[in-house]
């Protein structure tokens, strides 16, 4: 076994990895939590929220 043999070999293992993660992403159970944390930046309802009417409450 030369050092040709583990180049493809460790060639293979990451490409079945990352055809592994590929699957894992584009997976229907996985859609729904995707999308939730794509609109998590837009939302009024995050910590920095909470923190800003927590901070006002106590001034008032």
Known sequence: MD???LRTIFTV???VGFVG???WAYSGKR????DEAAKL???ED???ASLK???GRQHN
Do not use: H, Q, R, T
Not at 31 to 34: G, N, R, T, V
């Open 53 to 55: 009417n927590d901070a």
């Open 31 to 34: 859609k729904a939590s995707f």
């Open 21 to 23: 993660i590929v699957w």
């Open 13 to 15: 293992l990451a490409f």
């Open 46 to 48: 995050g910590p920095e």
């Open 41 to 43: 930046a837009l939302s």
């Open 3 to 5: 050092i040709n043999d």
